[in-house]
Every structure is written in structure tokens, then in C-alpha cells.
């Protein structure tokens, strides 16, 4: 059977009380999990926190995990030490370290989850505040920084972390051949397609493509701006974009 391309939203999200032993809510939403997909996702999701709140600290003992911060400012814990965050920063997270992430705005904190299953390490990195392998960083504005390669800092096959954005009109086709996408739509507006199917594109809006899927991007008067990540399922190759009217931004 022909896998489908996964569309999920951010309009109906659970309270989970207590994440990781913090105290307070978060709002949680499930976007995309293993099932059904080839490549090695454990899950694709979006989490919210209100002023003050905070999602407790942990230790990642069997995944990679990589944060990419939606709206707001916060502050998140890499091994014990403090980093300021904010919208468009990226936090990559090793299995065998620790972290945590606090709202210190007058707003909501929103947050994308991609999480990767991994082998526990052997033994820890000597120096955890170096980025590489088994490592934990902050990338600061994924707008500025340009498409990243998050398994040069957590390993795995996460192979591709960037914010696109389309000006009006322009199209951009995701094709997972050899490669597995998820999109996360960030402002404006769009419509996508895939196969027969139509959906329109606005902000909370996520999209994700197994292999043999392919969907075409387009943007609405305004443009369209989201969160793009490729990941490769063994044996896989780097294929699976094309653009029309330009490059990645």
C-alpha cells in the first residue's frame, strides 16, 4: 500500500501536567510519529508553555532530540549550564546529556520537538560544551544561520534543519525519494498538493512525507514562510527537493 502524507495541526492541543517533573501545564501536540514512516523519526511535535512556566530537566538516555524555538524567549539548561533562547533558535540535544527550558517572557513559549532513537553512547563526551558528536549546542536564528546539519553536532540521520521562505506565488517541491521530509508552517500563507489532494497552508500547519510521497508548496499573497528538516532512512540518498523562483533563504 502506498504510504500518505501525514498533515497535522497545532488547533487542539492536550494539557499534560508535570512534564519531566516540572510543575504547571503544557500544551502538547503530536504531529507525525514513526508509524508509517522508513526513516529513523521517533516523533515529530509541538509543545507550548505560558509566562513562567518551564519544561523540566532530563536526561536523554536513548534519543536525539533537537528544539526549534517557535515564538518567545526562554531559557534553556545544556548540562547544567544556562543558555538564553528565543524565536528562531535551535537547540540540538545528544542522547547522554541533559536538558531543560524555561519561559522567562511575558508570553507563551512555543517550541518544534524532533526526536531521533539512539543507541546509548559508550561512555560520555570528555567536554560537553563543545559542539560534535554526542554534543549539545544553541544555533542562533536558523533565518540567518542558513540550512543546518544537525548530525555533524548530535549525529544521525537528521541531515538538513532550515527556515524557507516563499514570496508570493512561488512553489517548492518536496519529493521524498531517498530522503524524508517534515514541514512546519511558520507565518503567512499557501496551499499545498498531494496527489488529488488539496490542503491549505497556514501558520501551526505541519506537513510530513514518507517515502514515495511528494507534495508541492505554494505560497499565497503575503508569502509563506516555515521549518523544513530532511531526514535520510538507511540506505537512503540526499534527494528530494526542488524550487521554483529562487533559493532557500
Known sequence: MRSAVVIADTTAPADVHGVHGAAGITQWTCLARRAGLAGDWEAVEWARIPAGGISGEHLHTRTREVYVLLTGEGEVTLDGRPHAVRAGDAVLTAVGTRHGLRNTGDGPLEWLVIELPAEPPTEPPADRTVPGPFGSTVVRDLRRTGPLDPSAVIGGPLRLLRHVELTTGEREFLIADGVEHTAFVLGGHGRAGAGNVRMPLRPGTALTLPLGTAADLAAGPGGLAYLHAELVPQ????????????GPR
Do not use: I
Open 235 to 246: 540506505g537512503g540518498g540526499l534527494r528530494g527537493r526542488g524550487r521554483q523562483g529562487g
